[in-house]
Structures are given as C-alpha cells and as structure tokens.
C-alpha cells in the first residue's frame, strides 16, 4: 500500500493563494505520476492537474490552467500544488492520488487511481 497524506489547506479569501502538499510512503514515490483532485460538495470529484513520475510532464484541467501549478520532490516525497489568484468556486476537498507506471488509465478516470489521499479542505470566500 502507498500512503498519501494531503495538508496544507484552509480559508482564504478571493484573490490569495495556497500551497498543498501531499506527503507519501510505502511505495517508491518515483515509481508513481501524481495528480490532484478536488470535490465540492454535491459535486463528482474532479481532475485538476497531473504530474509524470520525473515531473517532465504536467498536465491540467482547463479551469485552473494559468492559476495552479503541481510540481513534486522526489527526494522528499511529496507532491505539491500551488494555487494562485483563488475563486470561491475553487472551494473543495483537494485530494493527491498516484498512478502506478502500468496504469494507463486516464487521469480523467478518477476512479481506476491506485492510491488516494483522505483530502485537505480548501474554502475560499467572495
């Protein structure tokens, strides 16, 4: 089993920013690309950004491109997001899943992820 653990979220207002990590173990970290999720509340969970296991390549979703960007540290693992120019309608529980170098599923298949974190809530106020 992988671990992953989500931190760094919280209340801001319109406008600020925010950086999430995401902390994992039990698994080569390398081994694994990395994305982001987040769910609103009455919400499917949704793709947000995605990462390759070297961090060549990125990847994200149209309604954060510009304002978001993932990046990860091998040697530390962990996965980051920063998020910048926040909207209320960023509001969600933003989740770090990885996906194993034989899953080729894609990242918009939330669902066939190999490893999900428990979440970090982010709340962004108007």
């Known amino acids: 089993q992988m671990q992953l653990v989500e931190s760094g979220g919280g209340l801001v207002q319109h406008g600020e920013s925010l950086r999430l990590s995401c902390a994992a173990s039990g698994r080569p970290f390398s081994n694994y690309a990395m994305g982001w999720y987040r769910q609103a509340p009455e919400k499917e969970r949704e793709f947000v950004a995605a990462i390759s296991w070297n961090g060549d390549s990125t990847s994200y979703a149209d309604s954060v491109k510009g304002r978001f960007t993932i990046s990860r540290d091998n040697a530390k693992n962990t996965l980051y997001l920063q998020m910048n120019s926040l909207k209320p309608e960023d509001t969600a529980v933003y989740y770090c899943?990885?996906?194993?170098?034989?899953?080729?599923?894609?990242?918009?298949?939330?669902?066939?992820?190999?490893?999900w974190g428990k979440g970090t809530l982010v709340t962004v106020s108007s």
């Open positions: 899943a990885a996906r194993g170098v034989d899953n080729s599923a894609s990242w918009l298949n939330y669902y066939r992820m190999d490893f």
